[in-house]
């Protein structure tokens, strides 16, 4: 393993420096110094607060023993720096410096002892984060959970209608918030949940050997293979409610259960890492027939901007699908004003499904004049996805980053080849 050497000679040269050590404890710090002094540098620089998922003790029992505890540190060591913020490169009597230092949390005591707000640090539930539609505010308070039969029927009898939607290829099922909870009161509880998208993951205990997976699931092709065993005539567009109630068989409502319960998820990864990795929000319920999906865009371009950032490379790199439509991207200034050199109209398009795909922009050889500014870019999508981007200084496209547990075309943790690597995984996987 591989990680950076923080506790040796100089600090400053330590942090570029690569070193072999065997604790995953220590790179994981390593790292997680660097992102706190870049959040409290961003708070000070934006006026910015920071808001937090407000994790409740179910969720921490379910994660890795690891994960846990490296999400906790990340937690401590953010309070611990915000209780006294102090910028060397300040002086000393000037707010940040070292006479003056800043207080933007209180000091910590203990995660049980947490309530929802630390100074300019706030928590919130997770379902404002990653458990929300942003397009429409769904929220999931259905939870279906299978307990025995009777319970299944009765939980089936509150939809208002349960169907096959033949136009769409798809099932919807309609009910009001009102007949099931009380969670949502005040909110709009009239809504259509439809099982749009042949994408969503869901964890299979029976996976792997009984060890478990994440498990790729086509919900509507799922429904119809369960309906057309259980005798359930679909295709017709019929209230479902009656037949399914009728069912007497536990592994039907299972299945059921679980495959609404999967639709009803919002929050979605594959379970894989690097380039293949996938971590999105698919909304089941539409807005003006449009169902949010984070990684995709359609025909009418959906438009990117990211904060004011600053590189040192020379060459624009994605990660994109966008085969069937199409990717552009101009750069403004800090205060929003585009680059006349690298505007939109100027980008060459991008069509192509590439995890290492280099921009451009007619006129122009590379970023170089621009290395070391402010800027912000603005990627223009239709009708495809983008993972990533990162500005490299080879045209090769090496990130200088990690690259997880590496590979057959990478020398070693950090990717200094770019686009070799790939070809040479690719020669790798043909012998």
Known sequence: ??????????????????????????????????????????????????????????????????????????????????????????????PGGLLKALQLTSKFDSFKSMGKQSGFLFYVPAWNTSKIDPATGFVDFLKPKYENIEKAKAFFKKFEVIRFNADKNYFEFQFDYNDFTSKAEGTQTNWIVCTQGKERYAWNTKLNNGKGAVEKIDVTENLQLLFGKAGISYASGSDLITDITNQESADFFKKLMRLLAVTLSLRHTNGKNGNEEKDFILSPVSKQGVFFNSMEADENAGTLTTRPVTFNG???FVNTDCLQGELKVE??????????????????????????????????????????????????LKMGKLYSFWVSPEISGASHGYNAAGGPGFSGSVDIEGKEAYNAAGAFSKI
């Open 314 to 316: 020379k060459y624009l």
């Open 331 to 380: 750069i403004l200034d800090k205060h929003n004003k585009v680059n006349a050199a690298f505007s939109m109209d100027k980008c060459n398009p991008v069509s192509a499904n590439s995890t290492i795909q280099q921009m451009s922009w007619n006129g122009v050889e590379d970023l170089s004049s621009l290395a070391g500014k402010k800027v912000k870019f603005r990627f223009h």
């Open 1 to 94: 393993m591989r990680c950076l050497a923080l506790w040796m000679g100089n600090r400053t040269q330590s942090r570029k420096d690569w070193s072999t050590i065997e604790n995953i404890k220590e790179i994981k710090e390593g790292y997680l110094s660097q992102v706190v002094h870049k959040i409290a540098t961003m708070m000070v620089e934006e006026n910015a607060i920071v808001v937090m998922e407000d994790l409740n003790q179910g969720f921490m029992r379910g994660r890795q023993k690891v994960e846990r505890q490296v999400y906790q540190k990340l937690e401590k060591m953010l309070i611990d720096k915000l209780n006294y913020l102090v910028f060397k490169a300040k002086n000393v009597t000037e």
